[in-house]
Every structure is written in C-alpha cells, then in structure tokens.
C-alpha cells in the first residue's frame, strides 16, 4: 500500500489537489481510498471516500472512556455526560484524524490519499502518535503491570475497587491504536506531498514546512504548484501576476526536487471532469524519506557522528539537550524527542555543528562502558 498525505498552506488548494490525485490512480486501475473533512469538488468515481467527523469521534470516545470507567466514576460519585451535552474539545480533530487514518489503512487500498488540514496542524497531528506512546510509557509504565496479583489483596486493605486493571488495559489499547496509526505515518510507502500557490507567503510556508517533515523523518514526494495562471495574456495587469507566480516558481524548482505545475481552471472545480483537468497523478513512486545515519570516525577521530538532515534549518532556534538515552531536539518551531541509537547510548557528546542543512552531532565512547576492542 502507498499513502500519500496531502497538505500545505491554507487556502491552496488541497482538497481539490487530493481528490485530483485519488481520482487519477482510480481511473488507472489502482484500489484508491481519499480521506477527507472537507466538501470535495466531485463525485470521484471509482474512489473510495472516507469522511473523518471529529464531533461524532470524541462523542463515541468519551463516552466509551466513561463505561470503562464506570466504577471509578461511581466511587467518586461523578454525574455521567450524556452524547448530547458533549461538544468536541481542542485536539478532537487530531485524535479523529488519526483514529480514521488508522482504520482506512487497515483496508489496504492500493493507494490511500489523505486530505490534511494546513501544513502546521498536519505536521502536529502527525507527531502525536510516537510523542503519546512515549508518555504513556513514562505515566503506566508496562512492567508495572507485573504486580496484577497483588491487586486483590490492596482492594481488600484499601476497602475500595482498585482501579488499575481498566487504567492500564485502556492504556495497553490506546498504546495499540497509536502503534498502528505510527506504522503507516513512518511506513516507507508513505510520503507528504505540499500544495501551494506560488508567491512570496508561499514559499516561506513551504520551506517552514520541509523542516518539519524532516524533522518528523517523513519523505516529501513532491510540490504541487496550484492554481498557475496562464503564461501569455495580453492582459498588462494579469501579466504582473504572471511574472510574479513565475519567479517564485523558479525559486521553488531551484529549492526542491519535484515541481509539479497544475493550470489555473479560471473557477473552482466542479465535477470529475474538471479534477481529470488539473492533470495531478500519483506521483513519484515512493520518496525516500532523509535518514539519520551514523558516521564511525573511530579510526581517525575517535568520534562517531550523528547526521540528521534538516534541510533549511538554522543556527537561531536550534537547540540540542541530552536525557538519558534520549535527544531533545528543537529546530525553529518544530521539537522531536528522539531515542538515540544503541551505539550512541554507550558515548557522552562532544559537539554539534550545522553545515550545509545537515546537523552532526559528535558523540565519544565512554570507555566505561564501550568494548575494550574498539
């Protein structure tokens, strides 16, 4: 399966550019699902449509949440909620994002297109699954599961139910879900693709963007430069925005590997006819996604190094803090977590330097716990 995760600025275009790719590799013969929120501008024959209500996910959620938890509840003399008193709270739309991504891709179509909110949300949405995995194994840490059989005898002390066993089976499900909805997000088929109008605001978006798509490892496949008006025009006036989309059309083909161009249809589309027009296929097959490899410069240095491609990142608002067997990485408005290697848990670190949008981060082995042999 290839899944192909659709988004970009706001107001781009990225609905009508999703449906536009589902709708050619449908036509091609390819099992294609398309997920979306947002009112599409076609019928899509031959597509899968999948619609994500986030309103009605956090209904089912909760309340769900609430019958596990009924005698915890009921302990402390809560008054239950019922669906029609729930309205969805921050981060619903993320949790429902995720939870119907999880469920489409257990379907396998031959490609699964998804409709992204704005490139800034999608990037946050995309991240929480390893970032509550982490936190759920810091909170309810899965050894401590091993004590199930002193649970009896503390309810019988206490007095009281003991509410552990519904808390960590809740966890051990949720655990579950985000490990699946994480496989598809770092599963080589996968790729973003940016939708964008060229221009000034545009670009700046964009390059914002494939930092936290490196940051999060993801492989960008491609930009999709929407909406172009016409090269020639003897309107003067339409001619000024013509040369202005065309510059920053050339900055973006100079800045990223794959520029895709879709015509200006002189009005929203309507129909499967005008989605067929804006010629937007599949796409490259498969984008590598930049990977964090490590150096061995024992012989020469006696270093290892850690490259992370972070391309267009800077020395302003980088930042690098080690916990443990961790890496907490900030670069611009984009923070990862990240688990170091095993090698790199046995070396302290060094140093750290940028160059050319690759972060190396020097690492030297602790003979205290490096083999003699190295």
């Given at each position: 399966?290839?899944?192909?995760?659709v988004?970009?600025?706001?107001?781009?275009?990225?609905?009508?550019?999703?449906?536009?790719?589902?709708?050619?590799?449908?036509?091609?013969?390819?099992?294609?699902?398309?997920?979306?929120?947002?009112?599409?501008?076609?019928?899509?024959?031959?597509?899968?449509?999948r619609?994500?209500?986030?309103?009605?996910?956090?209904?089912a959620?909760?309340?769900a949440?609430?019958?596990?938890?009924?005698?915890?509840?009921?302990?402390?003399?809560?008054?239950?909620?019922?669906?029609?008193?729930?309205?969805?709270l921050?981060?619903?739309?993320?949790l429902?994002?995720?939870?119907?991504?999880?469920?489409?891709?257990?379907?396998?179509p031959?490609l699964?297109?998804?409709?992204?909110?704005?490139?800034?949300?999608?990037l946050?949405?995309?991240?929480?699954?390893?970032?509550?995995?982490?936190?759920?194994?810091?909170?309810?840490?899965p050894?401590r599961?091993?004590?199930?059989?002193?649970?009896?005898?503390?309810?019988?002390?206490?007095?009281?139910?003991?509410?552990?066993?519904?808390?960590?089976?809740?966890?051990?499900r949720?655990?579950?879900?985000?490990?699946?909805?994480?496989?598809?997000?770092?599963?080589?088929?996968?790729?973003?693709?940016?939708v964008?109008?060229?221009?000034?605001?545009?670009?700046?978006?964009?390059?914002?963007?494939?930092l936290?798509?490196?940051?999060?490892?993801l492989?960008?496949?491609?930009?999709?430069?929407?909406?172009?008006?016409?090269?020639?025009?003897?309107?003067?006036?339409?001619?000024?925005?013509?040369?202005?989309?065309?510059?920053?059309?050339?900055?973006?083909?100079?800045e990223?590997?794959?520029?895709?161009?879709v015509?200006?249809?002189?009005?929203?589309?309507?129909?499967?006819?005008?989605?067929?027009?804006?010629?937007?296929?599949?796409?490259?097959?498969?984008a590598?996604?930049?990977?964090?490899?490590?150096?061995?410069?024992l012989?020469?240095?006696?270093v290892?190094?850690?490259?992370?491609?972070?391309p267009?990142?800077?020395k302003?608002g980088?930042?690098?803090?080690?916990?443990?067997?961790?890496?907490?990485?900030?670069v611009?408005p984009?923070?990862?977590?990240?688990a170091?290697?095993?090698?790199?848990?046995?070396?302290?670190?060094?140093?750290?330097?940028?160059?050319?949008?690759?972060?190396?981060i020097?690492?030297?082995p602790d003979?205290?716990?490096?083999?003699?042999?190295?």
């Open positions: 399966m290839r899944t192909v995760l988004t970009g600025p706001g107001g781009a275009g990225r609905t009508t550019v999703a449906a536009a790719t589902a709708l050619a590799a449908a036509r091609s013969g390819t099992r294609v699902t398309l997920l979306t929120s947002d009112r599409l501008p076609g019928e899509l024959a031959g597509v899968t449509v619609r994500i209500d986030s309103a009605a996910h956090f209904r959620e909760l309340l949440f609430q019958d596990r938890a009924g005698v915890a509840l009921d302990l402390l003399g809560a008054s239950r909620l019922d669906a029609e008193e729930l309205t969805e921050p981060g619903a739309e993320q429902a994002l995720l939870s119907a991504l999880r469920e489409a891709a257990a379907d396998e031959g699964l297109v998804v409709d992204l909110p704005p490139a800034d949300r999608a946050a949405a995309l991240a929480l699954p390893e970032q509550l995995r982490r936190y759920l194994r810091r909170l309810l840490p050894e599961q091993a004590a199930r059989s002193l649970r009896p005898v503390l309810a019988q002390l206490a007095g009281v139910p003991m509410p552990a066993r519904w808390l960590y089976e809740t966890a051990a949720w655990d579950l879900e985000l490990a699946a909805v994480q496989a598809v997000i770092e599963d080589p088929g996968t790729t973003v693709r940016l964008a109008e060229p221009g000034p605001a545009a670009a700046e978006a964009l390059r914002t963007a494939r936290g798509i490196a940051v999060q490892r492989a960008l496949d491609a930009v999709v430069a929407n909406k172009l008006l016409p090269a020639e025009t003897p309107d003067p006036w339409l001619a000024g925005l013509v040369a202005q989309q065309r510059k920053h059309l050339d900055e973006l083909a100079g990223f590997p794959v520029v895709t161009e015509a200006h249809l002189g009005r929203d589309p309507r129909g499967d006819d005008d989605l067929e027009r804006l010629g937007t296929g599949s796409g490259p097959d498969g590598p996604a930049p990977q964090w490899s490590i150096e061995d410069r012989a020469e240095d006696d290892l190094v850690w490259r992370l491609p972070l267009g990142a800077v302003d980088l930042a690098l803090v080690r916990r443990g067997d961790e890496l907490l990485l900030t611009g984009f923070r990862r977590i990240a170091l290697p095993s090698a790199l848990r046995r070396c302290t670190v060094t140093g750290a330097g940028l160059h050319d949008g690759v972060l190396e020097r690492f030297a003979p205290e716990l490096w083999p003699r042999g190295r």
